[in-house]
C-alpha cells in the first residue's frame, strides 16, 4: 500500500488502522475473501511506520539478523527496526546462502511478524463460541485439566505435538519438557515429511541427514531430481543448481508431473507414481551392465552390494517400463548421464519420502550413490532438501518418540546420560513414567495419533486410549485421513493449540468446548538456533518484541512446567528472566549433551559471530578464508566435533576422506558392530582420512579402546575421571573425542556404508504397489507387507487394505500432491499474508486435457474429487498438460473447507486465513511406511465428477 494512500485514509482512523479496514475504507477490496480484484498499478513494498504513535525522526534505525522461517534452505533476512516497528526488511546480500536474493515467502516475511490474522490472546470455546481469557486462566485451566486426564489415565494419554518451527532450543526443552511430563507420546512435523529419509539414510551411512549442501552443487556435473521440486518448494536452492548448469551441468527430473523444476532439465522422465524402486533398480541395471560402478569405492567402503546386484538383476528394461511406465532408452539415458557426468548428486523430498515403502525409496537412491562412487565427494552426495527452516534442528535435538536428542534413543543408558545433564535423579524421572517399559518405548506418531483415540484400548500397546491433544505448532490439514482426525478430535477430553496462528485446528473440529488457543509469539519475536538443510546452524537475532499478548514458547513451556510441578527440574542449569528460560543458556546444554551428532561445538557465541561476518564465508565453499571465523564453515554444519574450545571448523561434506576430520573430513560411521555373518563391517585398509593414524578401518571409540591404543593418558586427569567407563557419545568432558581427533581418528570409528540393511523389513529394497493402486494386475508379482498387530503402539494395516477391493475400478484417476512456491506447509500462516494471498487465490487440482474433456470440464469451473474413503473435495479445475492421462495433482497447503463448506465462521473473529479452500488431506487415503509411520500422500486413487 502506497504511503500517499495510506496519508489521505489515516484522517479517518480515530482509532487503531488495520490493513484491513484501511482496504475497506479505500474501497479496495474485493468479495468476502477481502482479497484485492486486481493489483494496484505501480504499487512498491514502502517502509511501514506504526500509525500512533509516530516514531521520533531521529530515532535510530536497527539491522535485526535473523533467518527466513519458511523452507529449510536457511536465507537470512536483514529486519530494519525503528522504535520497536519492523519498517522493512533489507536483501542480505552477504550471505553465502541466498546472496540476497528471496522466493515470494522469504520477500514477504515482515507480515508474518506484523500479522494481523494471528491469535491476539487465550481463548476457550464456550457452547460453539470462542472467548477471551487471560493468560492466568488459560495456565491454570488447561493445566487442571491435563493434570485431570494423567491422574485418571496416566502420563501416556496426553499426546503433545511439537514444531519444527520452533528454534532448536525450543525444540530441545520441548523434548525435555515432555520426558519430565512422562511420556514418549510426543511428535514435530519431520514424521510426516522426511522420517523415511533419516531412518533410510542413517541406517546406511551412519547419519540421517543431507550429505552436502545446496551451495555444494556448483561442484556437480549432473544432478538426478526425483521427487523434488525446488523450483517452488526450496526457490532459491534452485540459483545454487544453475550456476551449476551454466558451467555445463546435465540435470534429470524424474516425477510424474511436469513441474517448474521439470522446464530447466536436460532430461524429463515422466514416472508412475509409487514405482521409484523400480525405477531406480533400472537405473543400477544399466550401470551394472555397462560397467560404469566405481567398483574400487564399492570393495573398499560398501558392504553387502552383492545382495543389490542380485535384487537388480531382476529389473531388466522391460520389467522396468512395465512397472514404471518410463520407456527403456529414457531409464538408460538417464543412467548414463549420471554415471559419465560425475560427480553427480541425487536430490529428493517428498516425492520419495511419503510413501509406505518411503524408507525404502531413501535407501535405494543412497546405494545408487554408493555405486557411483559420489558419497563423501564435493559435488556428489544425498542431497535431501527438507521443508520447514527448523526440520532438521527439531529431528536432531526435538520431541521424536523413540530418541532423546541427538538420537540418542531411550535405552536405559541414554536416560542416564541425559540425567546427568539436566542434573535430575535417573529414579525422579522413572517415576514420572508409568513403568519403565513404557520409559524405553517409542510413543505414537503425529502421523497417526488420532488412531490412538478411536482404536480399541486392548489393541493398544500402552495404558489408555489418548484423551487429549496439545498441537505445539503444527498444521493437521498438513496430515492425512483429516474425517478421522476430526472424529477423535470430538472425542477428546481436552483439545489445545498453541501457535501463532489458530490453524485449521481451531474450525475443524465439531466441537462446542474442551478448546484452548494460546498465542505464541514467531520465531522474530524471539532470539535463537535452527538448522538449515545442509545442517549448517544460523542465529536468529529477536526483531521485534512479542506483539498482543502472545508468548514465546519457551516462556509457556516453563510456566507450564511450574503448573506441573517439574519447573525447578526443567530449568535446573538454565536461567530464567521474567519467566522466559535464557535461549542461550539452553543451547549450552545442548553442547554438554548432543555429542552423537556434533552440536557440542556450536556455541552460541560462534555462531553470533558467524551471523556478524557472512560475507566472509564463500559462497561455494562456505568457508571463511579470512576474519574472526577464518578457517570455519558456514553456520558450523554438524557434526562441529568437541568443544566450543576445540574450534572444530564443523562438516560441509559427510564422509568425506580428503580432509583430516579437524578439518571437516569423516569417513562412515562404525554404528553396527564389527562384523554380520563372517563379514567386515569396517572399512578396508587404505580407506582412512587424511591424517588418519590408523590408516584401516575401526571401531568407535570408548575408553577401552582409547586405552588398548595407548592412548588414555593423553587425557588430563579429569577428563581421565570423566571418559572411565564411558564412550564419545556419553563422556562429558570431551576428552575421547579430543584424544580421537588429535590422532586423525574419527570419534565414531571407520565402517562400511551398509547397502544391505538386516534390520529392515526389506534389507534389500523391493518393489512394493501402493496400497491403493491403480495396477492390481501387479499386485501377485509386488505385494505389501503383512499387517503389523502392534506397530508404533498401533495396529498397522498393509496387506488387509490393499486386498480389501479393487478401488481402480471406482475410482481410475492416480492422485498425487506436492507444494506451491507462495504457500508452506498446512498454510495457514501464508495464507494469512496478504501479499502471498494474491498471488495464489484459490484450491485447484491439476487435470491433464484428456481426463478434462471426458467429464466436460473446463478450467477455472468447481469439480468434486472423491476418494475411496467417501470424501468429497470442492475445488478449482486447472486443465493443464502438465500432468499425464489419468493422473491428478494437488497443492496440500490449503485448509478452511469441509467437503465444500466454508468453515470461515468457525476461527476465532479476524483470525480465518484470508485464502480458504479444501484441504488436499480430507480425501487422503490409508498407508504408512514400514519402518517410520509416514503417511502415504504421494499415491492414492480419486475420481472426478462435475460440480453441480
Not at 550471505?95 to 520477500?107: E, L, Q, R, V, Y
Not at 480399541?456 to 484423551?467: G, H, N, T, V
Request: hydrophobic share 40%; aromatic share 10%.
Amino acid at each position: 500500500m502506497s504511503s500517499l494512500l495510506m496519508r489521505k485514509t489515516a484522517a479517518v482512523a480515530k482509532t487503531r488502522l488495520t490493513r484491513r479496514s484501511l482496504l475497506v475504507r479505500a474501497g479496495l477490496t474485493a468479495g468476502a475473501t477481502g482479497l484485492l480484484a486486481r493489483p494496484i498499478a505501480n504499487r512498491f513494498i514502502e517502509p511501514a511506520v506504526a500509525a500512533e504513535p509516530k516514531p521520533p525522526a531521529n530515532s535510530p534505525v536497527e539491522i535485526k539478523h535473523t533467518v527466513c522461517s519458511h523452507c529449510s534452505v536457511g536465507c537470512s533476512v536483514e529486519a530494519v527496526v525503528q522504535n520497536g516497528v519492523w519498517i522493512r526488511q533489507d536483501a542480505a546480500f552477504d550471505s553465502p546462502i541466498n546472496m540476497g536474493a528471496h522466493c515470494a515467502k522469504g520477500a514477504s516475511v515482515r507480515e508474518h511478524g506484523h500479522g494481523e490474522h494471528r491469535l491476539r490472546y487465550p481463548m476457550k470455546l464456550v457452547d460453539g463460541k470462542y472467548q477471551r481469557i487471560s493468560w492466568d486462566q488459560a495456565i491454570t485451566e488447561v493445566g487442571d485439566r491435563l493434570l485431570k486426564v494423567r491422574e485418571q489415565a496416566g502420563p501416556d494419554a496426553v499426546f503433545w505435538i511439537g514444531s519444527s518451527k520452533h528454534n532448536n532450543e525450543q525444540s530441545y526443552l520441548l523434548r525435555k519438557f515432555v520426558s519430565m511430563w512422562g511420556t514418549n507420546n510426543c511428535d514435530h512435523q519431520a514424521r510426516i515429511c522426511h522420517s523415511t529419509t533419516v531412518a533410510g539414510v542413517a541406517q546406511t551411512f551412519g547419519y540421517g541427514a543431507m550429505t552436502n549442501s545446496f551451495n555444494d552443487l556448483h561442484h556437480s556435473k549432473a544432478v538426478l531430481f526425483i521427487g523434488s521440486n525446488p523450483s517452488e518448494a526450496h526457490p532459491i536452492s534452485m540459483l545454487h543448481f544453475l550456476h551449476a548448469k551454466e558451467l555445463g551441468a546435465k540435470m534429470i527430473v524424474v516425477d510424474p508431473r511436469f513441474t517448474r523444476t521439470a522446464r530447466f532439465a536436460h532430461h524429463y522422465v515422466r514416472i508412475r507414481p509409487g514405482t521409484d524402486i523400480a525405477f531406480v533398480w533400472g537405473l543400477l541395471w544399466h550401470i551394472f551392465a555397462n560397467g560404469w560402478e566405481d567398483r574400487a569405492y564399492i570393495e573398499a567402503r560398501t558392504y553387502g552390494m552383492d545382495a543389490v546386484r542380485k535384487e537388480v538383476q531382476k529389473w531388466t528394461p522391460d520389467r522396468v517400463s512395465e512397472v514404471t511406465g518410463v520407456p527403456e532408452a529414457s531409464v538408460r539415458e538417464a543412467a548414463e548421464m549420471l554415471a559419465r557426468n560425475k560427480p553427480s548428486s541425487v536430490v529428493w523430498c517428498m516425492g520419495i519420502t511419503q510413501h509406505h515403502v518411503g524408507t525404502a525409496n531413501v535407501r535405494a537412491l543412497s546405494i545408487l550413490q554408493l555405486v557411483l562412487g559420489n558419497i563423501g565427494v564435493p559435488g556428489g552426495g544425498a542431497n535431501i532438501y527438507r521443508g520447514h527452516d527448523n526440520v532438521q534442528g527439531a529431528t536432531d535435538v526435538g520431541p521424536n518418540p523413540d530418541s532423546l536428542p541427538g538420537y540418542y534413543g531411550l535405552a536405559e543408558p541414554a536416560w542416564k546420560h541425559f540425567c546427568t545433564v539436566w542434573g535430575v535423579d535417573y529414579e525422579w524421572l522413572k517415576g514420572r513414567y508409568a513403568s519403565k517399559a513404557l520409559m524405553e518405548k517409542p510413543g505414537m506418531t503425529v502421523s497417526r495419533w488420532f488412531d490412538g483415540v478411536l482404536e480399541k484400548a486392548e489393541y493398544m500397546d500402552q495404558p489408555s486410549p489418548l484423551r487429549a491433544v496439545v498441537y505445539w505448532g503444527h498444521a493437521p490439514n498438513s496430515q492425512t485421513r483429516l474425517p478421522d482426525m476430526r472424529a477423535a478430535m470430538q472425542k477428546l477430553d481436552l483439545l489445545v493449540v498453541i501457535d501463532p496462528y489458530p490453524t485449521m485446528t481451531a474450525a475443524m473440529h465439531g466441537r462446542r468446548d474442551g478448546v484452548y488457543l494460546l498465542p505464541a509469539c514467531t520465531q522474530f519475536e524471539t532470539q535463537g538456533s535452527c538448522t538449515a538443510s545442509n545442517r549448517s546452524v544460523q542465529w536468529r537475532e529477536r526483531v521485534i518484541m512479542p506483539i498482543f499478548e502472545s508468548k514465546t514458547d519457551h516462556e509457556i513451556m516453563y510456566l507450564f512446567a511450574r503448573k506441573f510441578g517439574f519447573a525447578e527440574q526443567l530449568v535446573k542449569n538454565i536461567k530464567v528472566v521474567n519467566n522466559e528460560p535464557v535461549i542461550e543458556d539452553i543451547l549450552r546444554e545442548i553442547n554438554r549433551s548432543v555429542w552423537t551428532i556434533g552440536y557440542t561445538g556450536c556455541s552460541p557465541e560462534r555462531l553470533k559471530l558467524h551471523m556478524q561476518h557472512k560475507a566472509d564465508f564463500d559462497p561455494t565453499t562456505l568457508r571463511a578464508d579470512s576474519g574472526p571465523c577464518k578457517g570455519d564453515y558456514y553456520g558450523l554444519p554438524w557434526p562441529c566435533w568437541g568443544t566450543p574450545e576445540m574450534k572444530h571448523p564443523g562438516t560441509p561434506i559427510l564422509y568425506d576422506l580428503s580432509k583430516s576430520v579437524a578439518e571437516g573430513g569423516m569417513p562412515f560411521r562404525a554404528n553396527w558392530g564389527v562384523e554380520h555373518q563372517g563379514q567386515s563391517l569396517l572399512a578396508a585398509d587404505g580407506s582412512s582420512n587424511r591424517d588418519s593414524q590408523l590408516d584401516t578401518g575401526y571401531p568407535e571409540f570408548d575408553h577401552v579402546f582409547l586405552k588398548k591404543l595407548g592412548w588414555w593418558s593423553e587425557l588430563t586427569p579429569v577428563e581421565q575421571a570423566a571418559a572411565e567407563g564411558k564412550n564419545w557419545k556419553t563422556d562429558l568432558s570431551g576428552g575421547i573425542i579430543r584424544v580421537a581427533i588429535a590422532h586423525g581418528c574419527a570419534p565414531y570409528g571407520n565402517a562400511r556404508a551398509r547397502a544391505q540393511v538386516w534390520n529392515f523389513p526389506d534389507p534389500v529394497p523391493v518393489h512394493r504397489e501402493p496400497l491403493m493402486t491403480p495396477r492390481p494386475d501387479l499386485l501377485a508379482k509386488y505385494p505389501t507387507f503383512e499387517d503389523r498387530a502392534t506397530f508404533w503402539r498401533l495396529p498397522t494395516l498393509y496387506k488387509s487394505v490393499q486386498s480389501a477391493r479393487d478401488y481402480s475400478k471406482d475410482f481410475p484417476l492416480i492422485m498425487t500432491s506436492g507444494r506451491l512456491v507462495e504457500y508452506e506447509g498446512g498454510g495457514d500462516e501464508t495464507r494469512s499474508n496478504p501479499w502471498l494471498a494474491e498471488l495464489q487465490q484459490a484450491m485447484f487440482v491439476e487435470i491433464s486435457p484428456f481426463d478434462a474433456g471426458r467429464i466436460g470440464v473446463k478450467t477455472g469451473e468447481f469439480v468434486w474429487v472423491e476418494t475411496p474413503t467417501g470424501a468429497r473435495l470442492k475445488v478449482h479445475a486447472m486443465v493443464t498438460p502438465r500432468v499425464g492421462q489419468g493422473v491428478v495433482w494437488m497443492p496440500y497447503h490449503f485448509g478452511g473447507w469441509w467437503m465444500g463448506e466454508d468453515l470461515g465462521k468457525h476461527y476465532p473473529e479476524g483470525a480465518a486465513p484470508i485464502v480458504r479452500g479444501e484441504a488436499a488431506n480430507t480425501g487422503w487415503t490409508y498407508g504408512y511406511d514400514a519402518v517410520t509411520m509416514m503417511q502415504e500422500t504421494k499415491v492414492s486413487l480419486c475420481r472426478l465428477r462435475r460440480y453441480a
